[in-house]
Nanobody, 127 residues
Framework: VQLQASGGGLVQAGGSLRLSCAAS????????MGWFRQAPGKEREFVAA????????FYADSVKGRSTISRDNAKNTVYLQMSSLKPEDTAVYYC?????????????????????WGQGTLVTVSS
């Protein structure tokens, strides 16, 4: 499956953005989907995950309460709605997929257990 993230941009602190990730070339509804981000000089960091059917979600503590992951299987797209953005949210945001739901937080946060990394989208939050 190929994934393409979009929707990034420059936003002031406190603002909101909705990122999208469009999938092609696979059966999207079979995949659990996740969002990661990578700031300059830092490791890739888990942000959020959603189950294949959309009924289960999981968030990193850093974005919990400020972000919502959702998906539209009819459109082969997963979304990440972010609000109350902070300068530390500045990063390139990536989406990825996996066939099995994470066994726990460590599994969710391990980039090696996710696949099909596409081109990310840059989010810049100004103070």
């Amino acid at each position: 499956v190929q994934l393409q993230a979009s929707g990034g941009g420059l936003v002031q602190a406190g603002g909101s953005l909705r990122l999208s990730c469009a999938a092609s070339g696979g059966t999207f509804s079979r995949y659990h989907m996740g969002w990661f981000r990578q700031a300059p000089g830092k490791e890739r960091e888990f942000v959020a995950a959603i189950s294949a059917g959309g009924g289960t979600t999981f968030y990193a503590d850093s974005v919990k309460g400020r972000s919502t992951i959702s998906r539209d299987n009819a459109k082969n797209t997963v979304y990440l709605q972010m609000s109350s953005l902070k300068p530390e949210d500045t990063a390139v945001y990536y989406c990825a997929e996996r066939a099995t739901w994470p066994a726990g937080p460590s599994s969710a946060a391990d980039p090696r257990q996710w696949n099909s990394w596409g081109q990310g989208t840059l989010v810049t939050v100004s103070s």
